[in-house]
DNA sequence: ATGGCCTGATCTTCAGGA
């Protein structure tokens, strides 16, 4: 008779709370009844010594965390440990002279994770869409080695692109608009062609599994929304990915953030 | 039901978000 190891289930997410510290009830409200293994976030807006890491560890988490304070900064979260933390990458483009907080790599689990914050362009010919170009070249630049590693890896983040023109509620709304550019897409490309292969959520509701939706004229009852937090992975972590989906019940309520958290289960 | 912006700092007004 052989005995057969029971497999190694973990539960992945990513989620942009904009602001840890306007969210920190949300985010453990959400660890305790989600219960990720690992959990990427972006949007900290405060610092590594300000993140909320007391009440994280109540819970049993871990974090690695890079934030520098208002803007941007990005976090993993653990139950297992945290090892080979690595911010950003050789070649991060500076934004106006400043390495930004945008991505955070670390290992846990079994599976290596890299939580992006991806620049959001702000218009057409600003400076910061041809920075948002660039960083997404060093990110693919950057993936090269885990991509065709054995380690499951994974970039999870809010890219600030929609894939398609169906992962946007009303395209006639973006004709002159950053997000849903050919040359934005064609980065996401870049990335499927380094060896990363996209894992598509299902929605919990109405057909499209949309991520997030602006706060302003009702956007989140209407289901005006837009899927722009992805999940890319090599393929032993995608060959492992038993379930996604979009947590759109986490957008419901006061004090929730305009995104919704990615969930992504894998049967390692 | 899920309900007409939110967050943090430059702090009563603004930048940034997307």
Redesign the pocket.
């Known amino acids: 008779m052989t005995h057969k190891l029971s497999p190694m289930v973990l539960r992945v997410a990513t989620w ?1 709370v ?2 840890v ?2 969210r920190t009830e949300r985010l453990t409200g959400w660890l305790g009844t989600a219960k990720p293994d690992v959990l990427c976030l972006q ?1 900290l ?1 405060t610092t590594d010594n300000a993140f909320p890491a007391e009440q994280i560890a109540e819970l049993g988490y871990q974090a690695a965390t890079w934030g520098t ?3 941007n900064g990005v976090a993993i979260l653990s139950r297992h440990d945290i090892t080979d933390v690595q911010r950003g990458w050789p070649n991060l483009p500076d934004y106006e002279g400043v390495s930004e907080p945008r991505a955070l790599t670390a290992t846990c689990g079994g599976v290596r994770v890299t939580s992006v914050y991806v ?2 362009g ?1 218009e057409l010919g600003h400076a ?1 869409f041809d920075y948002k170009l660039a960083w997404l070249d060093s990110l693919t630049a950057s993936v090269a080695e885990p991509a065709r590693a054995d380690l499951p890896y994974a970039v999870l983040g ?1 890219f ?1 692109i929609a894939p398609t023109d169906a992962d946007v509620w009303d395209m006639s709304l973006f004709t002159e608009s950053t ?1 849903v550019t050919p040359q934005e897409r064609a980065k996401l490309a870049d990335l499927a062609g380094a060896g990363l292969t996209e894992v598509l959520p299902r929605a919990l509701k109405y057909d499209k599994p949309y991520t ?1 939706w ?5 956007a ?2 209407k289901n005006n929304g ?1 899927r ?1 937090d992805l999940v890319f992975g090599n393929a032993a972590f995608a060959g492992k990915v038993t379930d996604a989906y979009v947590d759109r019940e986490e957008r ?4 929730a953030s305009d ?1 919704a958290p990615v969930v992504v289960d894998l049967d390692l």
């Open positions: 942009n904009n602001s510290t306007a949007e807006k304070g208002r803007w620049p959001n702000r910061h809010d600030n997000h997030y602006d706060y302003r004229q009702l989140f009852p837009m722009i419901k309520g006061k004090g995104h």
